[in-house]
């Protein structure tokens, strides 16, 4: 079954910046919803962001809008979250996966995971 392939993670001080970066072989990720999720010890995954099929609307977790921003590239086959400004908060296994969408005239991902198809995740740890 798909798998996804997450990469890019690392230790940065607060401040710092970081890429992450999702694909899949044999599956085009332009076809479908991305979403990025992250789970810190002792806690559940919770939705950072997600982009819309075919590069429509974004969405973002609260606590990251204005510091993160999730982009495609198709000819790689990529979704790719760009850190800026991390926080400690912010440490935690980064995984990418399908997510839902509305049904409405123009769709917009849902920060929710629609299938079992995870990776391994990257971790990110922001410290001084």
């Known amino acids: 079954q798909l798998q996804f392939v997450e990469s890019g993670g690392g230790l940065v001080q607060p401040g710092g910046s970081l890429r992450v970066s999702c694909t899949a072989s044999g599956f085009t990720l332009r076809n479908s919803p991305i979403g990025w999720f992250r789970q810190a010890p002792g806690k559940e995954h919770e939705g950072v962001s997600c982009?819309?099929?075919?590069?429509?609307?974004?969405v973002y977790a609260d606590s990251v809008k204005g510091r993160f921003t999730i982009s495609r590239d198709n000819a790689k086959n990529t979704v790719s979250l760009q850190m800026n400004n991390l926080k400690p908060e912010d440490t935690g296994v980064y995984y990418c996966?399908?997510?839902?969408?509305?049904?409405?005239?123009?769709?917009?991902?849902?920060?929710?995971?629609?299938?079992?198809?995870w990776g391994q995740g990257t971790q990110v740890t922001v410290s001084s």
């Open positions: 982009v819309t099929e075919g590069d429509g609307p974004t």
């Open positions: 996966a399908v997510v839902f969408q509305t049904t409405s005239i123009q769709p917009k991902c849902l920060l929710r995971p629609a299938d079992d198809y």
